[in-house]
């Protein structure tokens, strides 16, 4: 670990192109494999969705982390409802308050959009992920069930 690293501060912004091979680099740590050349179609597409932000932490021009998040109406409680649907701190860059810096950032973007909650999914066998959430304030709070219904 670099000096650097211990006194993290990076800049949160929107991705752009350019961040192509990094966000694919950062996405492939969380086990989705993804292309630079994808990564800058997922770019593009997030870029164009107004209620959508794929969020960077930058740190001197390299990138350590990510969130991307989806703000929408939810009808049972009858508000906007923000749901992370990536976060990221690339390895190397774990422990140093990237996570949490990226989230507080999500859940401002949240606020901003209107938004009544935030939320998160992790996959069951992430255990320091759901350990990191509980840290951070947020509770389980329901079962979600998937059907595939193509490639994804």
């Known amino acids: 670990m670099s000096a650097r690293a211990s006194a993290l501060r990076p800049l949160m912004r929107r991705a752009t192109e350019a961040d192509a091979a990094a966000v694919a680099r950062l ?5 989705y494999a993804c292309a630079t050349a994808d990564a800058a179609e997922r770019i593009r597409t997030l870029s164009r969705e107004r209620s959508q932000a794929l969020i960077v932490a930058d740190l001197h021009g390299e990138l ?3 969130v991307a998040l989806d703000v929408m ?24 308050g990237v996570g949490r810096a990226l989230l507080r950032e999500a859940e401002q973007l949240a606020r901003q959009h209107g938004a009544a909650r935030i939320e998160v999914t992790t996959a069951g ?3 320091e992920a759901h350990d990191f959430y509980r840290a951070c304030g ?15």
């Open 73 to 96: 109406y939810y009808l049972p409680l009858g508000c906007n409802t923000c749901r992370i649907t990536a976060l990221v701190v690339g390895d190397g860059y774990r422990q140093f």
């Open 27 to 31: 996405l492939s740590e969380l086990g």
């Open 125 to 127: 066998h992430r255990h």
């Open 138 to 152: 947020y509770a389980e709070s329901s079962l979600r069930f998937v059907r595939r219904l193509g490639d994804a």
């Open 64 to 66: 350590c982390g990510l």
